[in-house]
């Protein structure tokens, strides 16, 4: 459409060359936006054109990884809570023996405690591995 090769929008697109004026004026032609608009020759260019403070240039997490960091967050809150209350429940019926110093834990005939604990003690461990991830993640941008 622009009569330009393939090889020279990709150059335009990585920042190694640029269009000519008559190029721009084309490719405003045949997706109809404004010259301006493309060259974002508004209040955003003069802000671009200078040089950006130490602070400026870190770049701010995305909504995208603060999303996945909150749910990381709450599913591992939630993996706690319910391994804390699975044992909890599992040794609500301990009893102290004074005698010999030690608690005295019966541990129900159910196993599907110990198999639902065994789970989540699992799936807490994959979600501290992503949750980690996420954030050494965060810390290279």
């Not at 706690?80 to 019966?106: E, F, N």
């Not at 129900?108 to 591995?129: D, E, G, K, W, Y």
Request: net charge positive.
């Amino acid at each position: 459409m622009l009569d330009v090769t393939r090889q020279t929008v990709s150059r335009w697109e990585s920042g190694k060359s640029y269009p000519s004026i008559p190029q721009i004026a084309g490719i405003c032609r045949t997706f109809h936006i404004d010259a301006n608009e493309l060259l974002d020759c508004g209040e955003n260019a003069a802000a671009q054109s200078e040089k950006p403070t130490q602070n400026e240039q870190k770049k701010k997490p995305t909504k995208t990884f603060i999303a996945a960091v909150t749910i990381c967050s709450v599913l591992l809150a939630a993996a706690i809570g319910g391994l804390i209350a699975t044992i909890v429940y599992a040794v609500k019926d301990a009893s102290y023996d004074s005698s010999a110093t030690v608690w005295i834990v019966s541990i129900p005939q159910n196993t599907p405690m110990i198999v639902l604990s065994v789970l989540l003690s699992i799936f807490i461990v994959l979600i501290a591995a992503i949750f980690i991830y996420l954030l050494s993640k965060g810390k290279r941008r």
